[in-house]
DNA sequence: TACCGTTATCTATAGCAATAGATAACGGTT
DNA sequence: AACCGTTATCTATTGCTATAGATAACGGTA
């Protein structure tokens, strides 16, 4: 028996979790949302969408668009995403780390 | 911005979780399945397919059905699942207030 | 100027999960 | 013996989400 979970940020919807987490680190890590969505299997669409999503619930943008140019464009990480990124880092350590405890508490 | 969250447990797929849970509270409550389906407005198909499958992943039985007799039949959460439920019904509030008490660290 | 890969969107299709609806067995009560 | 509401299952349909596939704009580079 193991323990599962589901941790995400509401703001009229869903605004924040796993999915768009791991798209910003990958999108920062390979400079386009459309490589951080293949890398992730994910097709490019349903990343487009989560991150727009995500900018509208947060209110600031996440990433910098660049269309056209050396590569045919990319995607930068904001500076306030980026500030995001790390305190929602923290956050879902923290979370992680006291499910494990609960869970160890009363079926380990 | 608030928190949303789904914790559950796992042996080879969905064990336990809210949906069992509440539907195990109902049918005490109300002596049938059915009832704690249709109250919860969930089809009792998959009611009963959610019970089954927490009763085949924790390896023990959940409900003790009687089919027939005075009101048609009925169930009754077994012993071990009214155990079960108290140590789950205390591992849920003490999830609920450690990711409430993280949330309100980073996000309050 | 032509090219390339990206962002930004549509629309149509596929795939999966939920629901509806049906059927059978059952056994106290009346 | 007939009835009733429940458990236990199927199957067919519905509905939603994801995916595929297409299109346009863009702007450095060669």
């Known amino acids: 028996m193991k ?3 589901k941790v995400w ?5 869903k605004a924040f979790g796993e999915g768009p987490f791991r798209l910003l680190q990958l999108t920062a890590q390979k400079g386009s949302l459309h490589q951080a969505a293949k890398s ?3 097709s490019y669409q349903k990343a487009w969408v989560i991150i727009r999503n995500s900018e ?5 943008p996440l990433l910098e668009r660049k269309i056209g140019g050396v590569a045919g464009g990319g995607s930068k990480v904001t500076e306030e995403g980026r500030e995001f ?5 923290r956050f879902r350590k923290e ?12 079926f380990g």
Chains 1, 2 share one sequence.
Do not use: C, P, S, W
């Open 40 to 42: 992730m299997e994910m």
């Open 85 to 89: 990124m790390k305190i929602y880092g």
């Open 3 to 5: 323990i599962a979970y």
């Open 56 to 60: 509208k619930r947060l209110g600031f």
């Open 95 to 106: 979370t992680e780390k006291k499910l494990n405890e609960v869970f160890q508490k009363y």
């Open 9 to 13: 940020l509401e703001n009229d919807g």
